[in-house]
């Protein structure tokens, strides 16, 4: 079975500054999705950022990128010029051929 | 367009008592995912439902909880005799396909507390 692990149950960082939160995964597919999604207080699910494993290009949207090791099975979210409303719980999730597996989060907070 | 649809948002349930939650896909959407969020953890996966058909239930516990998607109306999650144990954040999500591409589309789940 699939795991996706994230190592930082916690993280902070300053206003406009960068920050990375860390995940990996363990899989033995070849064909796979990876996601980023962001949990608000309101509780809403919302996809950040996907990256299909088949593309080495790392997928950027806006502020938000990602550093996707294939051989590593690593897949860090880069969140550059954060800001407040960027507080939040993160989840990796990991698509193959079953359903999406979620890590346990980190949460991070932004300081003005 | 709607969104998933879930209904209600909030839901308070005396121990014993039934549940039932209820989950539209997006329009189109003809694959539907429960999965539940205990407090300060990730989301669970319980169960794969496409109409009529259940797909994969592996999640789900083995008594008190069933889940149903008929082929008009909502998808359900039912839990019969709520415990204190069953309070959590439930979502719901869809996608238009059942393997591969794209991400699923949550709901803003309901949260059950069972008093």
């Known amino acids: 079975a699939q795991t996706v692990t994230q190592s930082q149950p916690e993280m902070s960082v300053q206003e406009a500054e960068t920050v990375t939160l860390s995940c990996t995964y363990d899989t033995s597919e070849s064909d796979y999705y990876l996601f980023w999604y962001k949990q608000p207080p309101s509780r809403q699910m919302i996809l950040v950022i996907r990256q299909e494993a088949y593309k080495q290009q790392n997928a950027t949207e806006n502020r938000f990128s990602v550093n996707f090791q294939k051989a590593a099975k690593s897949f860090s979210l880069k969140i550059s010029d954060s800001q407040l409303g960027d507080a939040a719980m993160y989840f990796c999730a990991y698509r193959g051929s079953e359903k999406l597996v979620f890590g346990k989060g980190t949460k991070l907070t932004v300081n003005p | 367009n709607a969104g998933v649809m879930q209904n209600p948002r909030h839901l308070v349930r005396r121990r014993g008592q039934e549940a039932r939650l209820r989950c539209s896909p997006m329009k189109g959407h003809s694959h539907v995912y429960w999965y539940r969020q205990l407090p300060e953890e990730g989301l669970k996966f319980m169960v794969y439902?496409?109409?009529?058909?259940?797909?994969?239930e592996s999640g789900m516990p083995k008594e008190r909880f069933s889940a149903e998607f008929p082929k008009e109306g909502p998808s359900i999650l039912r839990i019969q005799q709520v415990v204190r144990g069953d309070s959590a954040a439930y979502f719901c999500?869809?996608?238009?396909?059942?393997?591969?591409?794209?991400?699923?589309?949550f709901g803003s789940g309901t949260r059950l507390t069972v008093v």
């Open positions: 999500a869809s996608s238009a396909t059942g393997q591969g591409l794209g991400g699923y589309t």
């Open positions: 439902l496409q109409k009529e058909n259940i797909i994969d």
